[in-house]
């Protein structure tokens, strides 16, 4: 039911503009005719390293953050609103599997976005560099795979437990822009008022950015050590599934 909608197709279509644009990148600096053609500067051209595929992930990853924030609050809420989860757990089907089933529509579409063409942009450069760049470099596909599904875990855990919580669609995805943007603006307040670098604990981008920073190995501007950074985001993923544990059941307490 994703792409019912037009605008969702459109913006899913949308996505795939930035990595062409790196594959043209990519293709240009081993093109000697185009380089002729074009008179470009080739010192002026964008080095294919790890700033490269960081920055590709984190464009990919506010597009994939967006599409998060139209489909994800709608994932199990309606189920909520429609009191569909009876019927679900009434066969032999586990609460794991439900939210595993609910993430995969996400997780599907945020891969197909993230790290599937970065691998696949790696490997076009690896085909024009030739072996010596792959072995040397082996660790930038990695990052590409493992910062993708960092990424893709947050938005995913993040939006099906704010979908579990709130039934209606619309405050879900403010919420969930709510979530990022406030607790980020309250971390630099700790900050600032502290003088101190661990209001970013808060900051999930920021977590999440710091992560990226070790994976594709770019030296850190932020205050942030990598290990902290992995346990704070572990926590909130673990927070986030207790939400998940509490909401998602064959039944519901009221207590009058």
């Given amino acids: 039911r994703v792409f019912d909608s037009r605008f969702l197709l459109f913006y899913f279509v949308l996505c795939f503009i930035f ?21 470009i500067d080739v010192a002026r051209l964008i080095p294919i390293d ?3 595929f960081f920055r590709f992930l984190g464009w990919q990853g506010s597009m994939a953050f967006l ?3 139209f489909i994800g609050p709608g994932l199990i809420s309606t189920d909520l609103r429609n009191n569909a989860l009876p019927l679900y757990f009434c066969r032999p089907f586990s609460r794991a ?18 790290w599937a063409p970065g691998l696949l942009l790696f490997a076009f450069e690896a085909y024009l560099e030739g072996g010596a760049w792959f072995r040397d470099n082996l660790y930038l596909a990695s990052g590409i795979f493992l910062g993708a599904w960092v ?5 995913c855990l993040l939006a099906l437990a704010l979908s579990a919580w709130v ?19 309250f971390g630099a307040a700790i900050n600032h008022v502290l003088h101190t670098d661990s209001g970013n604990l808060l900051n999930l981008a920021e977590l999440v950015r710091t992560i990226w920073v070790g994976l594709f190995r770019i030296p850190s501007r932020s205050g942030l050590e990598a ?10 993923l673990v927070l986030c599934l207790l939400l998940l544990d509490r909401k998602v059941r064959a039944f519901e307490v009221v207590r009058s």
């Avoid at 990519?26 to 053609?37: C, E, K, S, V």
């Fill in 50 to 52: 790890g700033r490269f």
């Fill in 151 to 155: 990424w893709i875990l947050t938005l």
């Fill in 167 to 185: 039934k209606w669609r619309v405050v879900a995805g403010a919420l969930l822009f709510g979530v990022f943007f406030a607790a980020a603006g």
């Fill in 97 to 114: 599997e439900y939210v595993v089933g609910k993430m995969s529509v996400l997780a599907t579409l945020l891969s197909a976005i993230t």
């Fill in 227 to 236: 290990e902290s950074a992995w346990m704070a985001l572990a926590g909130i």
């Fill in 67 to 69: 599409l998060t924030a």
């Fill in 19 to 39: 990595p062409a644009v790196c594959a043209v990148l990519i293709y240009l600096r081993h093109n000697a005719g185009a380089i002729a053609m074009f008179k």
